[in-house]
């Protein structure tokens, strides 16, 4: 912006330095054009700068989002510029997972080996997550909390969290296939899932925000997952939870679930009717590609 003034600053000037204020033959005209010039370069070059900064911007968006959001999610909200800054209330799927006895499993080992296992277990986990087009909200140390639904809802919500579950139960068995064989531990994982009403937005500090949900569905999916101790189960869910997916018109993934009665969680009030996978069962889905169980 400041050389194009500057350009069109020295052209009057050389002009009013040669002709003086006389309007004289072509020079006027030659002036004219040299201004014209001058001024859609200059628009050119503006037009450059704010595409690069609008580049820029889509590629912060995008690296912030992806920390929450799956692939596909992450280009639908950049695509819609949907904003964050308020609060909003909708349903959705909420999703706890957490290894059972981390405590018990890292005593004695290197740091380096322990975080390395906490590395390849958030790994697994984020990967069934993504991969059945769910969001992580935030991890946990050895776990992670993740939803199904916010922002963008679908018809499959309480479906994909449901094959979620299986697929990472079924990865965990994969994991424990390869560690025997290297003479490590097994490991157990305890998923919740509860299906409600939350309230999604930004909170922290100005100089740390954070997207997350909050709500009574969030606090009973994390009852939930706890709660899968005390039953010994793999993965717990409501009875909310599997009337969505027969509201989906998911029968047969439903018939994965026992019925295990209502139970009193620690904060409810109200007993909660509680779900398990059969032990029996399998998700029928392929584990995560890195953890196939192999020969």
Same mark, same amino acid.
């Given at each position: 912006m400041i050389t194009g003034v500057t350009c069109a600053f ?18 006027? =005209?030659?002036?004219?054009?040299? /201004? ?73 080992? =290197? ?5 390395? /296992?906490?590395?390849?277990? /958030?790994?697994? =986990? ?46 965990? *068995? ?36 954070? /997207? ?39 029968? *047969? ?26 032990? *029996? ?15």
């Open positions: 020295l052209t009057v000037f050389s002009y009013v330095l040669v002709h003086g204020f006389v309007v004289d033959g072509t020079a006027p =005209l030659r002036s004219a054009v040299s /201004l014209v010039s001058i001024l859609i370069t200059t628009m050119l070059v503006l037009r450059n700068v704010s595409a690069n900064l609008r580049v820029k911007e889509v590629e912060r968006e995008r690296a912030n989002l992806a920390r929450f959001f799956s692939p596909k999610i992450v280009d639908q909200l950049v695509d819609i510029h949907t904003p964050f800054s308020f609060a909003r209330r909708q349903p959705a799927t909420v999703l706890f997972a957490d290894m059972i006895g981390f405590t018990a499993y890292s005593s004695g080992k =290197l740091p380096d080996v322990v975080i390395s /296992l906490l590395r390849d277990l /958030l790994h697994l =986990l984020s990967e069934a997550v993504f991969s059945n087009h769910g969001s992580v909200d935030k991890y946990l140390g050895d776990g992670l909390m993740a939803f199904f639904g916010p922002p963008l809802t679908s018809p499959r919500d309480a479906t994909n969290a449901a094959v979620c579950a299986l697929e990472i139960v079924r990865s965990i *068995e994969c994991w424990n296939q390869h560690y025997t064989r290297c003479d490590e531990g097994t490991v157990r994982i305890a998923v919740g899932i509860h299906y409600g009403e939350v309230v999604q937005g930004n909170v922290g500090s100005e100089k740390r925000l954070e /997207l997350t949900l909050v709500g009574d569905t969030v606090n009973i999916a994390s009852r939930v997952e706890a709660y899968c101790r005390t039953l010994d189960a793999s993965v717990l869910v409501t009875g909310e939870f599997v009337e969505a997916l027969l509201a989906e018109g998911s029968l *047969e993934l439903a018939k994965a679930f026992v019925d295990e009665g209502f139970h009193v969680l620690r904060g409810c009030k109200e007993p909660i009717r509680l779900f398990s996978v059969r032990r *029996e069962q399998k998700s029928g889905q392929r584990p995560v590609n890195w953890l196939a169980c192999t020969p």
